[in-house]
């Protein structure tokens, strides 16, 4: 657990619009505090650079009209819970599917931002109350999301499980470090409820999510 008196939170900023990413960084550190800002730029920059540890949190600012892959929007897949910054509803309920950990307006205020970003850096969700409501709605379009929750990205690393792949070859299939190899792998650990690899892959066929 992050201890906001000791340890500095970690912050990568995801914006595709330089004008949004560079008002987001200075209202955060005009709050001063114990956020530092490890990088900043579109999620393909930040993606690429795949840095040896990963950030504590990511704020994601999806844009006015964001848009995805196929029309569903991708997440930033950094190893670390993300904080999405959405226009209206709409875009709430495409970042959540994706795997945003919280939602907020992108005109909060940097205050509650700030506050919001500590509560998700360490673990917990966090919703503006006009967005609350879809944090209980049922996710029948199941495009971005395995019966048991697993991300697109989890959901690749339980198939190179059942390869038998150890996380720094799974690093290495999946152009990533391995410490976000080994994130990934213990976040599909937790979503099965089990302990081992092995056990994942065994739960994992039964549910026919891999074949072994």
Not at 122 to 146: K, Q
Not at 159 to 174: D, F, M, P, V, W
């Amino acid at each position: 657990m992050l201890d906001s008196d000791a340890t500095p939170i970690r912050l990568t900023l995801v914006a595709e619009d330089p004008l949004a990413r560079g008002a987001l960084s200075r209202a955060l550190s005009e709050q001063g505090g114990d956020l530092r800002v490890m990088a900043s730029g579109t999620q393909a920059e930040v993606e690429s650079s795949s840095p040896e540890t990963p950030p504590d949190v990511v704020l994601w600012d999806v844009g006015l009209h964001p848009t995805g892959s196929g029309g569903q929007l991708d997440a930033p897949d950094l190893g670390a819970p993300v904080l999405a910054l959405v226009p209206d509803e709409a875009a709430g309920e495409g970042a959540l599917s994706a795997g945003a950990r919280g939602l907020l307006f992108r005109d909060v205020a940097p205050a509650p931002l700030l506050a919001a970003l500590r509560a998700v850096a360490r673990g917990l969700t966090v919703f503006d109350p006009a967005l609350a409501a879809l944090r209980a709605t049922p996710r029948a379009s199941a495009t971005t999301s395995t019966p048991e929750g697993l991300t697109p990205r989890e959901r690749e690393v339980l198939t190179l499980l059942a390869e038998g792949l150890s996380n720094k070859a799974i690093a290495e299939r999946l152009d990533i470090s391995e410490h976000t190899a080994k994130f990934h792998v213990n976040a599909v650990l937790t979503k099965l409820g089990v302990q081992r690899r092995t056990e994942a892959v065994v739960r994992a066929a039964r549910l026919g999510l891999v074949t072994i």
